[in-house]
């Protein structure tokens, strides 16, 4: 059985949300996102900086939110969720499924940091308006790109897991601005998925 070491409102909702669109059956390791849980030893041993999510599978135990989408995938679902690598969408799910690692979540870890997770005289407000001007400028072509779409590659994909995730994020932190129309039709479009509604009640 697939066991996720998971807390609530971080990257781990992602797999959730994935098992839950595969109807994967899973176990779950629910911790507090806190250093109790999270830097403890038994979970630096799964995870040398006690982070999440980390997914245990038989002999295997990976981290790293976007390899473990990719695992379920291809070891659990004989690469559902994904075109074909000759499909001409392919190129553009690979593109979205990174982008969100690489371009939206640096700026929203910074933003969560001096917003939520610093005590209030420990934040910055300059490396916060940084942040925020970074991820709006990360999300604007991602606002262009769904024009027109009702997901990143026409059909819904694990690119949609990945990069549909941060944006629900950073529309829930407020960075989303109207003028995103595209993008929150997007969220809306997410959020009204039923695997969605069951992964996020743990998200
Ligand atoms: N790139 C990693 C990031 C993992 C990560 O930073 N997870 C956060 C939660 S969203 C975490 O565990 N934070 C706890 C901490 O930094 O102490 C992934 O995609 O899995």
Known sequence: MLKLHFAPNSRAGRI???LEELGLPYDINKMSFHPKDLKSDEHRARHPLGRIPVLDDGDVSIFESGAIVEYILERHKNGGLKPAVDDAMW??????FHYCEGMIMPPMNTIVVHTLLLPPERRDDVVLGQAQRLLGKALTPVDGWMEGKDYLIGDFSA???????????SNRLGCVIDEMQNLKAYVQRITERPAFQTAITMI
């Open 16 to 18: 959730v949300w994935l």
């Open 91 to 96: 190129p553009y799910y690979q593109q979205w």
């Open 159 to 169: 690119a949609d897991i990945m990069l549909g995730h941060s944006i629900f994020m």
